[in-house]
C-alpha cells in the first residue's frame, strides 16, 4: 500500500532539539505530504519555519482534522526517535489495519527496570492506519492509543526495525576550573598504585602543571558496517546523553569503501553536535583488538570506554561515570549493565541495514552490582560498556589491548588497568548488552575451545602480574578462605559419617549373617526333631 499522507502529532512539551528530531525523522518518511501538529507546544522553537523548509514538512493547527492522513502517528515529543524510526515505522503501518508501536531503548520492548521493580515499557510512538477504525482515530497520545487497542481485545504490534530513546533534557559540560585531576595512575590520590607508595615510605609523583583540557569520555565503537540499523540506534543512545561531555571514535574495521560510506551517511543523519565530534578511522589489521588500539592512539578524553555497534545505554550512561569520576579521579570507573537475549532480524530499507537485535525475553541481571577484584582473577563479569578507563593507563602506562586474543581482550585489558588504578563502583544500571542466540555476536564466530584459550591466556597474564589489590579485598580472600575451610570441614565431616555408617554397616552385616547362620541351624534341629518324632 503506497502513503500519500503523514501526519505526526507530537504530545507534550519538549525541548527544542527533541521537536527538531522528529521534524528531521518525519522529513525521511516517504510521503507526497507530510505534516506535523505540536497541540501540547505554546511557543514553536525559532528555527521551526527553517525545520519545516528544510525537510519538506508542513505544520498544521493542533485541532486539525486528520481523517484524510493515511497514517497517522502519535509520539511523546520528549522522546527521542531514530532517524529512519518513522519511516519504517509509516511502512509497517500501511501494510495492515494493525496499531504499530517502536521498540524502546535501552532496555528493551519487554521491561524496564526502575528502582529494582520491572515496569512495561512505554509506548513512545504509534502509528495509527485509517483502517483501524475511528476508535483509535480518536486517540491524542500513543498512551491512549495502546489503550483503546488493549480495550478492544488487541495490542499495540511493536515494530522490530525502529527503536525510541526516552529521554531526559541534556546537561552542559562542567566549566574547565571544575575538571578533576588525570595523568599517571601513581600520582592521582585515588589509585590504589598511588595508595601503596604511600604505604611504603616513597613520594608519589606529582601531576605536571597546565595539562590540557580534555573531554571526559571518548567512547569508542568499533563497526564493520554490516549491522547500520544497530549503529545508528547506539548513536541515537548517544544523542540522547544527559551530559555531553564525550567524543565519539568510530572505528570501522576491514570495511569496504561503500560499506564506509553508508557509515558516514549514518553519522551525517545524527545531531549537528554528535556528528562534529565523531571521528571515523579506518583499520586494516586483523584481530578484534586492532580498531581498539587504534582508536586509543587518538582518544583524547580522560576516560576511554568501548561501546560496541549492538548494544545501547541508558541516557546516563555518560552521567553516571562522571559522577564517579568526581569522586575517584584516575581510578576504572564501572556501573551496571543488563543481560538481554535477542535474535537477528533481517532488516532491508534503502538497501540492506543488517539485522537488528529484538528481544525473546526480559533484559535482567546477571552481573554484580559492584566490582571484585577477588572474583574478576577467576572470571570476568564486567561487560566492555561498563567500565571506563582513566587516560593514565593507556596515555602515561601505555596499555592498550592485546591483539593475540581472539575473545576475552576486553577482561585482560580491565584487569591490567584495574591492578594499578583500582575501581570505583556504582549500582546504577546504564546499559543493555545484548546476547545474540541466533548466528550474530562473538559468542558464534568462536568455538568453546577458542574462548577456553582465550581465558586461559588472561589467567596466565594475571600470574605474571604484581597484583595491588585494594582495601576491602583482603577481607573477600578471607572470607572465601573461611568458606572453603567450612565447606572441606563439612566434607570432612560427611566423609567421617560415611565411614562410621560403612564400619556400622559392616558389624550389622556380620550381626546379621550371625544370626542367619543361628537360624539355619535351629531349623536343622528342629528338623532332625520332627524326624525322630515321626
Not at 515494530?159 to 566549566?175: F, G, K, N
Not at 579506518?282 to 586492532?290: D, K, L, Y
Not at 582508536?295 to 576511554?304: K, S
Not at 525475553?361 to 561487560?383: C, E, K, Q, T, Y
Request: charged share 25%.
Amino acid at each position: 500500500m503506497s502513503v500519500a499522507a503523514v501526519a505526526l502529532r507530537l504530545c507534550g512539551d519538549a525541548p527544542d532539539e527533541r521537536i527538531h528530531a522528529w521534524v528531521r525523522a518525519l522529513g525521511r518518511v516517504d510521503a507526497p505530504l507530510r505534516s506535523l501538529q505540536l497541540p501540547d507546544v505554546a511557543d514553536a522553537p525559532d528555527d521551526l519555519d527553517r525545520w519545516l523548509d528544510e525537510t519538506g514538512v508542513q505544520r498544521v493547527a493542533a485541532d486539525a482534522r486528520t481523517d484524510a492522513v493515511d497514517v497517522l502517528v502519535l509520539a511523546d515529543a520528549t522522546a527521542l526517535p531514530t532517524p529512519s524510526c518513522l519511516r519504517l515505522l509509516v511502512a509497517d503501518a500501511a501494510g495492515g489495519a494493525a496499531l504499530v508501536g517502536t521498540r524502546v531503548l535501552p532496555h528493551g520492548a519487554a521491561v524496564l527496570e526502575r528502582d529494582g521493580a520491572t515496569v512495561p515499557a512505554p509506548h513512545a510512538c504509534v502509528a495509527v492506519p485509517m483502517t483501524a477504525g475511528p476508535e483509535h482515530l480518536r486517540a491524542c497520545t500513543a498512551a491512549e492509543a495502546a489503550a483503546s487497542s488493549l480495550a478492544h481485545g488487541t495490542d499495540v504490534r511493536r515494530l522490530e526495525a525502529a527503536a525510541v530513546l526516552v529521554d531526559q533534557a541534556p546537561a552542559h559540560p562542567a566549566p574547565p576550573g571544575d575538571v578533576p585531576p588525570y595523568g599517571h595512575p601513581a600520582a592521582l590520590p585515588s589509585s590504589t598504585l598511588h595508595r601503596v607508595l604511600l604505604d611504603a615510605g616513597l613520594t608519589p609523583p606529582r601531576l605536571p602543571t597546565g595539562r590540557e583540557q580534555r573531554p571526559f569520555l571518548t567512547v569508542i565503537t568499533r563497526t564493520q558496517g554490516t549491522r547500520l540499523q544497530c549503529l545508528e540506534e547506539v548513536l541515537t543512545c548517544l544523542s540522547g546523553q544527559s551530559s555531553r561531555d564525550f567524543e565519539v571514535v568510530l572505528a570501522c574495521h576491514r570495511v569496504a569503501d561503500d560499506a564506509v560510506d553508508a557509515v558516514r551517511h549514518v553519522v551525517e543523519t545524527m545531531p549537528a553536535w554528535l556528528a562534529a565530534r565523531t571521528r571515523l578511522i579506518e583499520v586494516e589489521r586483523p584481530g578484534r583488538s586492532s580498531p581498539l588500539n587504534d582508536a586509543l592512539d587518538v582518544a583524547q578524553g580522560r576516560y576511554a570506554v568501548v561501546l560496541d555497534d549492538d548494544d545501547a545505554v541508558a541516557p546516563d550512561w555518560v552521567a553516571a561515570f562522571a559522577a564517579l569520576e568526581a569522586e575517584h579521579p584516575g581510578v576504572v570507573l564501572r556501573s551496571v549493565a543488563l543481560a538481554q537475549e535477542v535474535r537477528p532480524v533481517l532488516v532491508d530499507d534503502d538497501g540492506p541495514r543488517g539485522p537488528v537485535p529484538v528481544e525473546t525475553g526480559p533484559a535482567h541481571r546477571i552481573w554484580p552490582d559492584a566490582f571484585s577484584m577477588v572474583d574478576h582473577l577467576w572470571d570476568n563479569a564486567s561487560p566492555p560498556m561498563t567500565f571506563a578507563v582513566p587516560r593514565g593507563v593507556f596515555g602515561d602506562l601505555g596499555h592498550r589491548f592485546d591483539e593475540s586474543l581472539d575473545t576475552t581482550e576486553d577482561w585482560d585489558f580491565l584487569m591490567r588497568a584495574a591492578v594499578v588504578t583500582g575501581v570505583a563502583s556504582t549500582p546504577a544500571v546504564t546499559a543493555t548488552y545484548r546476547v545474540w542466540n541466533d548466528g550474530e555476536g562473538s559468542r558464534h564466530l568462536h568455538d568453546e575451545q577458542v574462548w577456553a584459550s582465550g581465558r586461559e591466556a588472561v589467567l596466565a597474564t594475571l600470574d605474571g602480574l604484581a597484583i595491588l589489590l585494594q582495601p576491602g579485598a583482603a577481607r573477600e580472600v578471607r572470607d572465601l578462605h573461611r568458606a572453603l575451610a567450612e565447606e572441606t570441614a563439612e566434607k570432612f565431616r560427611f566423609a567421617r559419617l560415611n565411614e562410621q555408617a560403612a564400619q556400622d554397616l559392616g558389624a550389622v552385616n556380620e550381626a546379621v549373617a550371625a544370626l542367619r547362620e543361628q537360624v539355619a541351624e535351629l531349623r536343622e534341629r528342629n528338623a532332625r526333631l520332627r524326624r525322630r518324632l515321626t
